[in-house]
Nanobody
């Protein structure tokens, strides 16, 4: 069974940076996508970034130019680097893997942006 564990969230001032990590355990069966989502209170969950099985990446317009999704296969970890953070980036960020067995989710990590 695939298990995902996010870390790296925290408090940051506007303009700051954070790198989120998602540690993957268990066996992935024909991975389609690895994705980061976020959800702010009272808001719908939003897809932030994804990386396909072939390495192609895609980003939400709201973070384009400020966000990098990457993987370290040896460490079995998915990353999300966020720079120039804005108050509207505050949310719970969750990683997701879609494979042949369906969607797998982590518990999420909180980013709070304050001035």
């Amino acid at each position: 069974q695939v298990q995902l564990a996010e870390s790296g969230g925290g408090l940051v001032q506007p303009g700051g940076s954070l790198r989120l990590s998602c540690a993957v355990s268990g066996s992935i069966d024909n991975m389609n996508y690895m994705r980061w989502y976020r959800q702010a209170p009272g808001q719908q969950r939003e897809l932030v970034a994804l990386i396909k099985y072939n390495g192609d990446t895609n980003y939400a317009d709201s973070v384009k130019g400020r966000c990098t999704i990457s993987t370290d296969n040896a460490k079995r970890t998915l990353y999300l680097q966020l720079t120039n953070l804005k108050p509207e980036d505050a949310a719970v960020y969750s990683c997701n893997i879609l494979d042949a067995n369906g969607n797998h989710w982590g518990q999420g990590t909180q980013i709070t942006v304050f001035s």
